[in-house]
């Protein structure tokens, strides 16, 4: 989005935000995954690629009041999703007490 840039102030984490759109974007393989570097796993992530490749997006739950954590995320990449996150982005802001674009925090 235009609106975004390195060191842009609080409630934007950087390359890190746009590595997230950059999966959604990558067309050629028929899944892609992002993980935090936080994020562990446990086991194989075969079920959740192939999962994925079928249309599904999958996500671990969200954390203390998130809806979604997009820690973890595995989905068939899509133009489309790419595009919508852009547009969503476009313009909007991060408040604590609102959340995105003060859209609130629901359904946490």
């Not at 890190?16 to 892609?32: F, K, S």
């Not at 476009?90 to 629901?106: C, H, K, P, S, V």
Request: with cysteine; glycine share 14%.
């Amino acid at each position: 989005p235009s609106d975004w840039w390195p060191g842009k102030g609080p409630g934007w984490c950087g390359p890190q935000d746009l590595v997230r759109l950059h999966v959604l974007g990558m067309t050629e393989y028929d899944a892609a995954a992002f993980y935090d570097q936080d994020v562990e796993f446990q086991g194989d992530v075969t079920d959740a690629l192939l999962c994925a490749s079928t249309g599904k997006f999958i996500s671990a739950s969200g954390g203390v009041g998130e809806p979604l954590n997009v820690g973890f995320f595995a989905v068939r990449p899509d133009d489309r999703f790419l595009k919508a996150a852009i547009q969503f982005a476009e313009g909007i802001t991060f408040n604590r007490e609102t959340g995105w674009g003060q859209a609130g925090f629901l359904p946490s």
